[in-house]
């Protein structure tokens, strides 16, 4: 296995790169560095990254993932097909099919977005675009999502849609914030809510 550390100078800690044994590494007289493998493991304090192909610039400590990504962050997985890493600033963008899944206190929620912000310390999410959430009671769809995790805050705006049991409520124009850890939401807006009766 070839083992690979680039120390991020404005970073509390070092950022390794750790390459599969089919790994090459293709640098120069430049600032990039490309690294290609059947696993690289990008990692910063809490932070993990898994993927197949890594553009690294040594100046800018920022690193761009292709492929298959994985992110781990404590709690939280996500996937996507390629983060940009910024990794002074612990701060990730993530595009195409993300997914993230989170085990909470006593529930698992997943968040799909096609792209997603993630400040990798403090776990605070922004996303937009095809918002699913998903806890084991209920499913709330929307376009833009501001979540926090230390709070369990989410915030939605755009064609808000919240399906739970037999009841659902839809807003094209609301508002919903929801506390993912006590299942409770609020609306505001123009609002249809339709349930069935016996």
Do not use: H
């Not at 490309?34 to 197949?52: A, D, L």
């Not at 850890?181 to 123009?190: A, F, M, P, T």
């Amino acid at each position: 296995m070839l083992i690979i550390c680039f120390t991020a100078f404005a970073a509390e800690e070092e950022l390794w790169f750790t390459v599969s044994e089919d790994g090459e590494m293709v640098g120069g007289d430049g600032d990039e560095v490309t690294v290609v493998g059947k696993e690289i493991v990008i990692s910063q304090g809490k932070t993990k990254i898994i993927t197949q192909k890594l553009i690294y610039n040594t100046k800018t400590k920022i690193a761009k993932a292709f492929g298959e990504c994985i992110i781990m962050n404590d709690n939280m997985d996500i996937t996507s097909k390629e983060v940009f890493f910024d990794t002074d600033n612990k701060y990730a963008k993530l595009l195409g099919g993300v997914c993230i899944k989170q085990k909470r206190e006593d529930k698992a929620i997943t968040i799909n977005a096609n792209e997603v912000e993630l400040w990798t310390e403090v776990k605070d999410v922004k996303a937009k675009g095809d918002i699913i959430i998903n806890d084991e009671k209920k499913t709330i769809f929307g376009d833009i999502l501001e979540f926090s995790d230390q709070t369990g805050l989410a915030k939605l705006s755009g064609n808000i849609k919240l399906i739970e049991e037999d009841r659902t409520l839809s807003s094209p124009d609301g508002y919903l914030e929801a506390n993912v850890d006590k299942g409770s939401y609020k609306v505001k807006g123009k609002l249809e809510f339709k349930t069935k009766t016996k």
